[in-house]
């Protein structure tokens, strides 16, 4: 327990006496307390300390006089130390040793409310320049590869295949699998009631294959493929080995983006295709299980329903999620500072990249489709 | 006096990041066979001053040659044949961690030569045995210590038998002996290949033992204050700023 008792000196000198332990997880004592008490007593000129009956310090009573210290040097109050115990006093003088900087101290800047609009509105342009630069960039790579001005090497296309395919099934399974049984409970529902559960199976099929599957697919491309992509070109930078290619005169874009657009863009078309099927299975087992359809019933269903247009669209626009999302990916990679934080927001900045260029390119093609009537 | 020839010169370089200037005014010329050595407190843009050198970050004011040749006045393909002669070695070693150490080696022989997969195997266990990894073409980076790392470093920025070589803080983050051990390989690689090699280092123990110009750059008036053999300027130098850095703050007195 720590205790500060106050006695005033002939000479006008406030004598502190304290008392006890002063401990970080103890002391109870403020340093305003100290400092009303001298601001009390107009005549003081001086303070000084009693620290016989002192047992226990550290750090709190350091800012405790320290406090008290640039008080007094403001308001012209003499701070004597020499009673302070040794170690107090040299750790005191070792605080003040180094003046503050002038203009070190980081003030929190309160931007106006038109600044905040300029601002974000530079911030803007200069993120659409380097999105737009970057896929400059990838164009001319990609024009490069097909002249067969450089090739992308197997060693490296291998694993990022292996990566965005096989690896990714199970999800693909289970996510595209029960939306298939979600659409088919739903449209179940209002179906049922006018007896034409059957076309259940036409509702699952035409929605699946046309956008569901596409967009199943690239949603879990982008939230698993595109963030490890941010992520491994994000880490890249961080080590400088990006930086290593670039003084070796390899460009990062060929060397590492194409051969994961590429990648992506070659398998989404097939997950699409896998998500489509796992999609119909989710629907079947609704139809066979809940509404009592057969399973020929189902499949002639399906096969009557869906037309070939419906398949080429769902796979046109996987592969130009395939692209987007590995685009998009390879580019908050390429973005990324250097620090461990902003590897993190490379992630998390790719799949909300992703995710809104898929539903922007879903839009886009839906309406396009719809316009030249297929 | 013996005339040296010239390999790199700066003139009246400025280095900023946006508005913040880094250093200005940089004038100095690096001769060929050189061990020339970038000195500095933290902070004052030693490795920033190596980004420029090596093409990574365009200078906002002034220029950079190489012989006569201005760097980034000079084509893309001009600036990329340049830069097939620089073998850089990054503070953390920068290997690419997604393949073992002979395929970071393989690498740049594979992007500049001709040469047929053996050979460049071949040439890859040959450096890795230079830098004493013998037998660690298989590893990746993932499974060998920080020295080994930067070892593998040196043996990749050495692929290519560039005519320059660039050590960003060869001794960071290593033991005194493994520091002096790369110590010594630079010097052997200077006396035997011949090269110009650039270092950036505050490390005083490699500074006197390697280094045979320098230049040193002072944070606070963001300029170069001085320049030449290091172990002249300790001798020689009337500036309190480099013989406090090169006396670790005990004056020339302490020295003696």
């Given at each position: 327990?720590?205790?500060?008792?106050?006695?005033?000196?002939?000479d006008?000198?406030?004598?502190?006496?304290?008392?006890?332990?002063?401990?970080?997880?103890?002391?109870?004592?403020?340093?305003?307390?100290?400092?009303?008490?001298?601001?009390?007593?107009?005549?003081?000129?001086?303070?000084?300390?009693?620290?016989?009956?002192?047992?226990?310090?550290?750090?709190?009573?350091?800012?405790?006089?320290?406090?008290?210290?640039?008080?007094?040097?403001?308001?012209?109050?003499?701070?004597?130390?020499?009673?302070?115990?040794?170690?107090?006093?040299?750790?005191?003088?070792?605080?003040?040793?180094?003046?503050?900087?002038?203009?070190?101290?980081?003030?929190?800047?309160?931007?106006?409310f038109?600044?905040?609009?300029?601002?974000?509105?530079?911030?803007?342009?200069?993120?659409?320049?380097?999105?737009?630069?970057?896929?400059?960039?990838?164009?001319?790579?990609?024009?490069?590869?097909?002249?067969?001005?450089?090739?992308?090497?197997?060693?490296?296309?291998?694993?990022?295949?292996?990566?965005?395919?096989?690896?990714?099934?199970?999800?693909?399974?289970?996510?595209?699998?029960?939306?298939?049984?979600?659409?088919?409970?739903?449209?179940?529902?209002?179906?049922?009631?006018?007896?034409?559960?059957?076309?259940?199976?036409?509702l699952?099929?035409?929605?699946?294959?046309?956008?569901?599957?596409?967009?199943?697919?690239?949603?879990?491309?982008?939230?698993?493929?595109?963030?490890?992509?941010?992520?491994?070109?994000?880490?890249?930078?961080?080590?400088e080995?990006?930086?290593?290619l670039?003084?070796?005169?390899?460009?990062?874009?060929?060397?590492?983006?194409m051969?994961?657009?590429?990648?992506?863009?070659?398998?989404?078309?097939?997950?699409?295709?896998?998500?489509?099927?796992?999609?119909?299975?989710?629907?079947?087992?609704?139809?066979?299980f809940?509404?009592?359809?057969?399973v020929?019933?189902?499949?002639?269903?399906?096969?009557?329903?869906?037309?070939?247009?419906?398949?080429?669209?769902?796979?046109?626009?996987?592969?130009?999620?395939?692209?987007?999302?590995?685009?998009?990916?390879?580019?908050?990679?390429?973005?990324?500072?250097?620090?461990?934080?902003?590897?993190?927001?490379?992630?998390?900045?790719?799949?909300?990249?992703?995710?809104?260029?898929?539903?922007?390119?879903?839009?886009?093609?839906?309406?396009?489709?719809?316009?030249?009537?297929? | 006096?013996?005339?040296?020839?010239?390999?790199?010169?700066?003139?009246?370089?400025?280095?900023?990041?946006?508005?913040?200037?880094?250093?200005?005014?940089?004038?100095?010329?690096?001769?060929?066979?050189?061990?020339?050595?970038?000195?500095?407190?933290?902070?004052?843009?030693?490795?920033?001053?190596?980004?420029?050198?090596?093409?990574?970050?365009?200078?906002?004011?002034?220029?950079?040659?190489?012989?006569?040749?201005?760097?980034?006045?000079?084509?893309?393909?001009?600036?990329?044949a340049?830069?097939?002669?620089?073998?850089?070695?990054?503070?953390?070693?920068?290997?690419?961690?997604?393949?073992?150490?002979?395929?970071?080696?393989?690498?740049?022989?594979?992007?500049?030569?001709?040469?047929?997969?053996?050979?460049?195997?071949?040439?890859?266990?040959?450096?890795?045995a230079?830098?004493?990894?013998?037998?660690?073409?298989?590893?990746?980076?993932?499974e060998?210590?920080?020295?080994?790392?930067?070892?593998?470093?040196?043996a990749?920025?050495?692929?290519?038998?560039?005519?320059?070589?660039?050590?960003?803080?060869p001794?960071?983050?290593?033991?005194?002996?493994?520091?002096?051990?790369?110590?010594?390989?630079?010097?052997?690689?200077s006396?035997?290949?011949?090269?110009?090699?650039?270092?950036?280092?505050?490390?005083?123990?490699?500074?006197?033992?390697?280094?045979?110009?320098?230049?040193?750059?002072?944070p606070?008036?963001?300029?170069?204050?001085?320049?030449?053999?290091?172990?002249?300027?300790?001798?020689?130098?009337?500036?309190?700023?480099?013989?406090?850095?090169?006396?670790?703050?005990?004056?020339?007195?302490?020295?003696?």
């Amino acid at each position: 327990m720590s205790s500060v008792k106050y006695e005033i000196s002939e000479d006008k000198c406030l004598v502190v006496v304290m008392e006890g332990e002063f401990l970080l997880e103890s002391s109870d004592l403020s340093f305003q307390e100290v400092i009303h008490k001298i601001e009390s007593l107009s005549e003081v000129s001086s303070v000084s300390f009693n620290t016989r009956s002192l047992q226990k310090w550290d750090s709190s009573i350091l800012n405790l006089l320290n406090h008290i210290k640039s008080h007094c040097s403001s308001h012209d109050i003499l701070f004597i130390k020499k009673s302070l115990p040794g170690g107090i006093q040299r750790l005191l003088d070792l605080a003040s040793a180094v003046p503050e900087r002038k203009g070190v101290r980081k003030r929190e800047v309160r931007n106006s409310f038109f600044a905040s609009i300029g601002n974000a509105a530079l911030n803007f342009t200069r993120g659409s320049s380097e999105m737009l630069g970057f896929l400059g960039e990838t164009t001319v790579a990609f024009v490069r590869l097909i002249t067969g001005r450089y090739r992308i090497r197997g060693s490296i296309l291998i694993p990022i295949l292996r990566e965005c395919s096989t690896d990714a099934l199970p999800i693909v399974s289970l996510i595209s699998c029960l939306v298939g049984l979600i659409l088919a409970f739903v449209g179940a529902v209002q179906l049922v009631m006018f007896g034409a559960q059957i076309y259940v199976a036409s509702l699952v099929g035409i929605a699946m294959i046309r956008v569901m599957g596409a967009v199943m697919a690239g949603v879990i491309m982008a939230g698993r493929t595109g963030a490890a992509f941010a992520a491994q070109l994000g880490t890249m930078e961080v080590n400088e080995e990006i930086d290593a290619l670039k003084t070796l005169g390899i460009s990062p874009v060929e060397f590492l983006v194409m051969p994961r657009v590429l990648a992506l863009s070659v398998l989404m078309p097939l997950l699409c295709l896998y998500a489509d099927l796992m999609g119909i299975l989710g629907g079947m087992a609704v139809g066979v299980f809940m509404l009592d359809l057969n399973v020929m019933e189902y499949y002639n269903m399906t096969r009557d329903s869906v037309s070939l247009n419906s398949f080429w669209i769902g796979i046109f626009q996987s592969f130009v999620f395939g692209i987007l999302v590995a685009l998009s990916g390879c580019l908050r990679g390429i973005q990324c500072k250097r620090s461990a934080s902003a590897v993190g927001e490379a992630a998390t900045s790719a799949v909300v990249t992703g995710i809104v260029a898929i539903v922007i390119a879903t839009a886009v093609i839906t309406v396009l489709c719809n316009v030249i009537g297929i | 006096m013996d005339i040296k020839r010239v390999h790199i010169t700066v003139k009246d370089l400025t280095m900023a990041y946006g508005d913040l200037v880094v250093q200005q005014n940089l004038d100095f010329t690096v001769n060929h066979g050189d061990i020339f050595i970038i000195m500095g407190g933290s902070g004052c843009g030693k490795s920033t001053l190596l980004r420029h050198l090596v093409g990574l970050i365009q200078p906002a004011i002034g220029e950079i040659f190489y012989k006569d040749v201005n760097f980034w006045k000079a084509s893309a393909e001009k600036r990329k044949a340049l830069m097939k002669n620089f073998g850089i070695l990054y503070q953390s070693g920068a290997l690419w961690s997604s393949m073992t150490l002979a395929e970071n080696i393989a690498l740049p022989l594979e992007a500049y030569t001709d040469l047929s997969a053996a050979q460049i195997g071949e040439l890859a266990s040959l450096k890795l045995a230079l830098v004493g990894l013998a037998g660690f073409e298989g590893y990746y980076p993932s499974e060998i210590s920080g020295g080994m790392r930067k070892r593998a470093g040196l043996a990749r920025a050495m692929a290519l038998d560039p005519e320059i070589l660039f050590f960003d803080e060869p001794s960071a983050g290593l033991d005194p002996v493994s520091a002096r051990l790369l110590d010594d390989l630079i010097l052997e690689l200077s006396e035997s290949l011949g090269s110009t090699i650039v270092v950036v280092t505050h490390e005083l123990a490699s500074i006197f033992a390697i280094g045979t110009n320098s230049v040193f750059l002072d944070p606070v008036t963001k300029t170069m204050i001085a320049q030449g053999d290091p172990r002249l300027l300790l001798e020689r130098s009337e500036d309190q700023r480099v013989i406090s850095f090169l006396t670790r703050g005990e004056g020339r007195g302490a020295e003696s």
